[in-house]
């Protein structure tokens, strides 16, 4: 498997926490964090420099625009307890919001609509560096244009 940050991060955040705590991080965390264990400084350092190769990427790529309006996830909701729709790759639907996590960027995740099935998508706004209070206001801009949505779940 190639050396990712995250896998490091984990290992790094589960050291810092209580232990009790720790022990309630999900089993993906878990497993993340015992396959960085593994990790040569070497490796450690190249997952460290793909993570700003792509900070600077997203940054540049989004310069030019004063908001980014992308989806949340590339598929469907699935069950709240999973961590993604494969079971086999946790956290694989997340690389719509994961360039953003890493690049410092202001973002807000937001309903959007329904599938024909009713179940909810999401929109992000995303904005430039440091303009978080834009990506508010947009946000407050879209949620009074798209007006009121129906409760999610269903209660009938």
Not at 93 to 105: K, M, R, Y
């Amino acid at each position: 498997a190639v050396a990712n940050s995250f896998t490091m991060r984990c290992r790094v955040a589960l050291a810092a926490m209580p232990q009790e705590r720790a022990a309630r991080a999900a089993d993906y965390i878990h497993a993340a964090a015992e396959h960085a264990a593994a990790w040569s400084p070497e490796e450690t350092f190249r997952a460290f420099n793909r993570v700003h190769a792509m900070q600077a990427a997203t940054v540049a790529a989004t310069q030019p625009y004063d908001f980014v309006l992308a989806p949340v996830l590339p598929v469907l909701p699935f069950a709240a307890e999973a961590t993604s729709s494969d079971r086999r790759f946790p956290m694989c639907d997340s690389h719509f919001t994961a360039p953003f996590n890493h690049s410092g960027q202001p973002a807000a995740s937001i309903g959007c609509g329904h599938s024909a099935a009713g179940l909810p998508i999401g929109l992000q706004i995303i904005g430039r560096r440091f303009d978080d209070l834009g990506v508010l206001q947009m946000s407050h801009f879209y949620e009074q244009a798209r007006g009121p949505q129906a409760a999610w779940p269903d209660p009938r």
